[in-house]
């Protein structure tokens, strides 16, 4: 296992990460396999859905590539809590009490809160970076990297553990 290749760089030795796929099942579709439902909470929309299980796929990835993911969804959860109106709110007072500030040639105090909101966001995105170093986040990555070819043999469900655990056999 160690001696694996990292399938998105190419170089590095990785670890194996797997999750697991199938494809709803139509209603003229008898299922020849046990047929998974999945929750309420799967499915944004309540209903439930019965899914033929196709298996469990592996993906070699490397702690380097694994680490580039993480700081990019960090970046994308950072942006997407920047433009939630409280939040934009305190970015828009913090803008305008650094402009005051330096309107009024406070250099210091305009200095000391332009700090203040690099501080923030920078803690922030740290502990959104930390909270995503776990197998679940590598399984997203993991699906990420082998859904299409997946979809390409008809599987269009996948899973990490985590979401699996909330199927339930029928
Ligand atoms: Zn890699």
Redesign the pocket.
Known sequence: MSTMT?E??G??P?TQHTFHYGRAAAVADPPVAPVYHASAYLDPAGHVTGFHLGGVEAVT??E??LARARARRAARVIRDWAVMPLVAAAYVVLLIGILTWAWAGEWAQAAMWLGVGVVATAVAYGLTYLVLRDEDFAQHTAVDLHSEKLRDQGWDAFWTDNEFAHLAPH
């Open positions: 990292c998105r760089c170089t590095a990785g990835l490397c380097r590539c």
